[in-house]
T-cell receptor, first 116, second 109 residues
Framework: DTAVSQTPKYLVTQMGNDKSIKCEQN?????MYWYKQDSKKFLKIMFS???????INETVPNRFSPKSPDKAHLNLHINSLELGDSAVYFC???????????????FGPGTRLTVL | GQNIDQPTEMTATEGAIVQINCTYQ??????LFWYQQHAGEAPTFLSY??LDGLEEKGRFSSFLSRSKGYSYLLLKELQMKDSASYLC??????????WGAGTKLIIKP
């Protein structure tokens, strides 16, 4: 079973639309994340969230919002999509402590978003 | 500000050894991670160092010097499947991961 899954894998949409990307983890982790990886392959944190706290990267436009129905899910909603939103979006999760180290993150397969 | 530096690209020969360096300047330190990312795929965990020294895991080893703000990832007996980007990431005092831009490693036969 996939540990961290995302849907859809590919998303092509028109500028101005609203879209969502879903993320689910079955690792029992407490914290989930959303990253944006641009064309230069630089991973940029957007949000980190656990049942206690949502940490938002202040550079992320408020058109982006995370929604967590429960501990295993963190969905990403994007309103009024813009051309510059085209990128690969990765979901990840971590546990506060594991044998591999503090907050080792496990990534989903990514969602390639193309805004036309 | 916080900064992670690693070379943009490196080339090595199959069967050889390559060392990918990472230097960092962060507000606090709670460990350094190396991740591997193949083109079009998600990053996958390789190693974690929080104490100075060398951690060995099969063909891959990772070294850390906290006083120098420096780490390297050593890949031995290179295989074609090792062609990927290698991402260095440091956990700061707020337990936030600061990511480097990654080093693209090209393996030639």
């Amino acid at each position: 079973d996939t540990a961290v899954s995302q849907t859809p894998k590919y998303l092509v949409t028109q500028m101005g639309n609203d879209k969502s990307i879903k993320c689910e983890q079955n690792l029992g982790h407490d914290t989930m994340y959303w990253y944006k990886q641009d064309s230069k392959k630089f991973l940029k944190i957007m949000f980190s969230y656990n049942n206690k706290e949502l940490i938002i990267n202040e550079t992320v436009p408020n058109r982006f919002s995370p929604k967590s129905p429960d501990k295993a899910h963190l969905n990403l909603h994007i309103n009024s999509l813009e051309l510059g939103d085209s990128a690969v979006y990765f979901c990840a999760s971590s546990q506060e402590w594991s044998s591999e180290g503090t907050d080792t993150q496990y990534f989903g397969p990514g969602t390639r978003l193309t805004v036309l | 500000g916080q900064n992670i530096d690693q070379p943009t690209e490196m080339t090595a020969t199959e069967g050889a050894i390559v060392q990918i360096n990472c230097t960092y300047q962060t507000s606090g330190f709670n460990g350094l991670f190396w991740y591997q990312q193949h083109a079009g795929e998600a990053p996958t965990f390789l190693s974690y160092n929080v104490l100075d020294g060398l951690e060995e895991k099969g063909r891959f080893s990772s070294f850390l010097s906290r006083s120098k703000g420096y780490s390297y990832l050593l890949l031995k007996e290179l295989q074609m499947k090792d062609s990927a980007s290698y991402l260095c990431a440091v956990m700061d005092s707020n337990y936030q991961l600061i990511w480097g831009a990654g080093t693209k490693l090209i393996i030639k036969p």
